[in-house]
């Protein structure tokens, strides 16, 4: 998911997309422990957005603390 597309968001609904990717992630870790992953290249793009969630929820809260 695009930066812009997640800045669009509110506080609420960024951390629960950030719980279900931690979830999905946490599933995708399962997987590859029993060695069925289909698609590798998801461990990489769920991580890459949940920093992006964290990041964009951080700067918010810098922006509200420095008002």
Same mark, same amino acid.
């Given at each position: 998911?695009?930066?812009?597309? $997640? =800045?669009?968001?509110?506080?609420?609904?960024?951390?629960? &997309?950030?719980?279900?990717? +931690?979830?999905?992630?946490? !599933? $995708? =870790?399962?997987?590859?422990?029993?060695?069925?992953?289909? &698609?590798?290249?998801?461990? +990489?793009?769920?991580?890459? !957005?949940?920093?992006?969630?964290?990041?964009?929820?951080?700067?918010?809260?810098?922006?509200?603390?420095?008002?």
């Amino acid at each position: 998911m695009k930066a812009a597309e $997640l =800045k669009s968001l509110s506080n609420e609904d960024l951390q629960s &997309k950030e719980k279900n990717l +931690k979830k999905e992630l946490f !599933d $995708l =870790k399962y997987q590859r422990k029993i060695g069925r992953v289909e &698609k590798p290249s998801r461990f +990489k793009l769920i991580r890459r !957005d949940i920093a992006r969630i964290l990041t964009i929820l951080n700067e918010r809260a810098k922006n509200d603390n420095s008002k």
